[in-house]
């Protein structure tokens, strides 16, 4: 799981206004306790499930308004837009997302210290109107119906792309790349994310590593990936895998001996959930304690 990485304490606060079989009111807020930010680089994103195959659909009915402490401007260009991605996930199989929704607005007005983005409501229905299958009871982002508003770790608040420290939103696992920056090295983007998908050229001259594949380079139907590194001579292997926007999905590291060295990746990330379909970068590095050398490549599920 990505980590906050913004240092702000702005937060979002819920609750659902209405929540019917077939169409879903939240109300959302915004408090900012922190310093002041611009508010068209705030984004709040939340996440549902639905099995149906038809698609879900967002809107803002009511943009909302900076208040401190009384309503003294309604926002602007508010939206919502819905993403459908797969495999679901979620912490239990009755709290799934394959759906994420995400509002933004082109108000460039300041939300400064003490001041709160209030009444902000969205609609979620299915594109035919029918019920959600399974049902609400099974989104990510629960819908609870409540009178009092209260935060909620299954919405998560952006400032510029970055996940907001106190706003406790915790993204689901298998949807991580649009929703946060995680902290950590993240080996510079990966090296320009393999110079824009070239694949680097080996060092011609003889180091730790004699030589690092990825077998199978391409793994199918759920098949795991083995990282084979022959060793000149002992030294620590230390395997990363890193989606393309250079966030970290997956970590091992094992004592290497002269020869070859197996390190296995069963295309899960660190919280055990699966990843998505897509390219994935890798950086194996060895390291005997004096010396230090680093191979990437590539890799691909398809799952």
Known sequence: MCSAKHSGNSFVTHYTSSCGPNDVYD????????????????????????????SLVGSITTGGCL?????????????????NFSPACGPSTTQMANWEFTVSTTDTTVLSQGT??????????????QAFSPGTAYWYSPCVNTSTYSTNSHYAL????????????TPPSCRPLPTCTPSGGNDNVVADILGRQGTPTPTPIPGLITSAVAAPN?????????????????????LKLFALTGEQVFSAQDEGNAGLNTLDWNLQNGDGQAVASGLYIYVLRANDGQSQETRMGKV???R
Do not use: M
Not at 27 to 53: E, H
Not at 158 to 169: E, F, I
Not at 220 to 238: M, Y
């Open 158 to 169: 952006y400032l510029k792309g970055n996940l907001v420290t106190a706003s406790g939103g």
């Open 27 to 54: 109300l959302f807020a915004v408090v900012n306790n922190g310093a002041s930010v611009t508010l068209s680089g705030i984004t709040l994103k939340f996440w549902a499930y639905d099995t149906s195959g038809v």
């Open 218 to 238: 391409l793994s199918t139907g759920g098949e795991p990936i083995k990282f084979r590194v022959n060793l000149n001579s002992p030294a620590r292997i230390q």
């Open 300 to 302: 691909v599920i398809l």
């Open 116 to 129: 709160s983005w209030v009444g902000l409501e969205t609609l979620v229905n299915r594109s035919d109107s």
């Open 67 to 83: 208040w401190n402490p009384t309503c003294s401007h309604n926002l602007t260009g508010v939206t919502i837009t819905s993403t």
